[in-house]
């Protein structure tokens, strides 16, 4: 199974914003050579993976730094992800109805976390945050972020906390 990317490039930054594909797991490169040139991959752009029902895994990279509105929404076999420390923003919707989706790791390095992150994730019961309590008490948590989600604690390094 071949796996194709649509890039967006400028100045030698690349974003992924668009896969097709039947593969069930995805290591994003950091880097993409075309024509003998290097781009760094940054971004992974709106509706990139949306709607990849067999995708089981992605592998993000450390260069990435945002995540596009609904970029993983409907993919319906991932079941876990880790968001990389990198990434300092993600948009609405990103793991929109990702119904098999359990477990998140989440960066200490977002200062929001938007609307309907998680709608219709119905078996995310854990919620993993790689920073204290104290970081997690200053992100700006949308309004319906965790909307119909089993899990009932974020944990943190230095303990959990209630949503």
């Not at 968001?83 to 359990?102: A, D, H, Q, R, W």
């Not at 970081?135 to 303990?159: F, K």
Request: net charge negative; proline share 3%; aromatic share 10%.
């Amino acid at each position: 199974d071949k796996l194709t990317y649509r890039l967006l490039i400028h100045n030698h930054l690349a974003m992924v914003i668009d896969y097709s594909g039947r593969r069930k797991t995805i290591d994003i490169p950091t880097e993409i050579t075309l024509e003998g040139i290097s781009y760094c991959v940054t971004s992974i752009e709106e509706r990139a993976f949306q709607d990849c029902e067999s995708l089981t895994s992605i592998t993000i990279p450390d260069s990435v730094t945002n995540i596009g509105d609904w970029a993983f929404a409907d993919c319906d076999s991932l079941t876990s992800i880790v968001v990389p420390k990198s990434v300092m923003s993600i948009g609405e919707c990103v793991f929109y109805s990702c119904s098999k989706l359990t477990s998140i790791t989440i960066p200490n390095t977002l200062a929001s976390i938007e609307d309907s992150i998680f709608m219709y994730c119905h078996l995310l019961t854990s919620i993993s945050f790689q920073g204290t309590i104290a970081q997690w008490d200053n992100i700006i948590l949308h309004e319906y972020w965790n909307y119909g989600v089993p899990a009932t604690v974020v944990h943190c390094t230095d303990g959990n906390v209630e949503i």
